[in-house]
């Protein structure tokens, strides 16, 4: 993503960053920080290669092909512009970097926020001098995703191993951030207009483990660093919250009557990977030797409109055709409601790399293509009960070629849309009813009200 420019000029031209933020919403919470920071030194951001005295490339390491892109990406920064500083994920792996593009000024890596301020510093000096009234930068920070809806980065880190994941290695253990701080943050964000949290980080349900759940103060009064805590402070600001990254611990179970009150949003993303007992040892995850299928009946039986989305990944090491066959099984209990799936790919520095059982690519893709006929009948048929329904729309675009929304169901980017006809005009961030008319595998269709 390349990041749109704030046209905000001094007297002085002050030095102009290019930046380009590539990955998860967690690399892109960590560009919003870096642009805070330069913006609040005097910097401008500009979309543009041409003409900027530096440009910052915000990579992901995640998989090969992200790699691949990031590479690409830098390539593309040095051609246009010559002075390119690398950060993100990739910056772990410095010599993989200065192997293909030695010329690159500085390489960091994720979180390190000074050090590529200072690399900035080093490449395009800021100005001395700055006019505080004319170089404003929002209370709420520089944000890159629309108005009406923000990433609130909870912890970084993570304390898993699992076996296909090097994000420890790269943003090491879990440090959840103080609980007074994230609440004032998504305060300020809906201050500013935002409409829906999107809470995020590796792993959402271990929030403040690290910090053995200690209290801090939230506009005077305790409260603890602890996912249920946090959610019902945010559920006082009046706007959606949506949970990303909740891996199914005992706890989580306290979260659910706020969802069936309707303080949040009914809607947990669990990244399950597999169902297979014996996959999921070889993939080290966290918290499956709870009994999963059931605790989701007791969700819905206590929150009948809870959304489970969840990804998975096929073809793992070791991954039998019986193995395959219960994760479709569990898929038929499960009744998800939105699934991603992955073929396995090996990630370099992964310990996975290591377990016999590779599982041939064709077959991989076989079990893949499977997978998601399979699914996609169920979230299909999930969808079809939402016909007739009246439901809340948060509206993302309003445009002559159509409305489009999201319900409660769908976070963007990830989840599918609702389409909406309208006899009133309406705006981007505004939140509707509308009566659900129709529904295909993906999407909804509706009237507003
Ligand atoms: S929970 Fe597992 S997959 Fe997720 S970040 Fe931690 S180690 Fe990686």
């Not at 009064?221 to 199914?248: D, F, N, Q």
Request: hydrophobic share 35%.
């Amino acid at each position: 993503m390349k990041i749109p420019a704030n046209s905000t000029q001094s007297k002085k031209p002050a030095p102009k960053v290019g930046f380009v933020s590539l990955g998860c919403p967690k690399a892109l919470v960590d560009s919003e920080r870096i642009l805070t920071q330069l913006r609040t030194e005097g910097y401008q951001i500009t979309p543009k290669y041409d003409g900027a005295d530096v440009v910052v490339v915000n990579t992901c390491g995640f998989i090969d092909s992200a790699k691949a892109e990031s590479l690409e990406a830098i390539g593309e920064a040095l051609a246009e512009n010559g002075k390119v500083i690398v950060t993100g994920c990739m910056g772990v792996d410095e010599s993989a970097i200065r192997d293909v593009h030695p010329s690159v000024l500085a390489v960091t890596g994720p979180q390190q926020y000074e050090q590529v301020v200072r690399a900035v510093h080093d490449a395009a000096p800021p100005k001395t001098t700055h006019d505080p009234y004319i170089d404003l930068v929002p209370p709420q920070g520089i944000k890159l995703t629309p108005r009406h809806y923000a990433y609130l980065k909870i912890s970084e880190g993570c304390n898993h191993r699992c076996s296909f994941c090097i994000i420890p290695s790269m943003r090491g253990d879990l440090v959840s951030r103080p609980v007074g701080d994230v609440l004032s943050e998504a305060e300020r964000l809906v201050k500013a207009g935002v409409k829906e949290l999107l809470v995020i980080s590796q792993d959402t349900s271990a929030y403040g483990v690290d910090v053995k759940y200690r209290s801090g103060f939230w506009n005077g009064r305790p409260v603890k660093t602890r996912m249920s805590e946090l959610c019902a402070a945010l559920s006082e600001l009046g706007v959606w919250t949506r949970l990303h990254y909740v891996y199914p611990y005992p706890h989580v179970d306290e979260v659910i009557p706020l969802m069936a009150q309707g303080k949040i949003l009914p809607y947990l993303d669990i990244p399950f990977q597999h169902a297979s007992p014996k996959v999921l040892k070889a993939m080290k995850r966290p918290a499956f030797e709870d009994k999963t299928l059931a605790r989701i009946q007791r969700w819905r039986q206590e929150c009948p409109d809870l959304t489970l989305r969840s990804t998975f990944i096929v073809g793992f090491p070791g991954e039998t055709e019986e193995d395959f066959q219960y994760l479709l099984d569990w898929m038929s209990e499960a009744q998800l409601d939105r699934v991603g799936c992955f073929q396995y790919s090996p990630v370099q520095g992964a310990p996975a790399n290591a377990l016999d059982g590779a599982v041939p690519d064709e077959v991989k893709q076989e079990r893949w293509e499977r997978f998601m006929e399979h699914q996609q009948q169920i979230s299909a048929a999930r969808l079809q009960t939402r016909i007739g329904r009246e439901i809340d729309v948060l509206i993302d675009e309003a445009t002559d070629e159509g409305i489009v929304g999201r319900s409660s169901a769908d976070a963007p980017e990830i989840d599918g849309n609702v389409y909406v006809k309208s006899q009133r005009p309406v705006s981007p961030g505004s939140l509707i009813r509308v009566r659900v008319t129709d529904a295909d595998e993906y999407d909804l269709y509706g009237d507003a009200i």
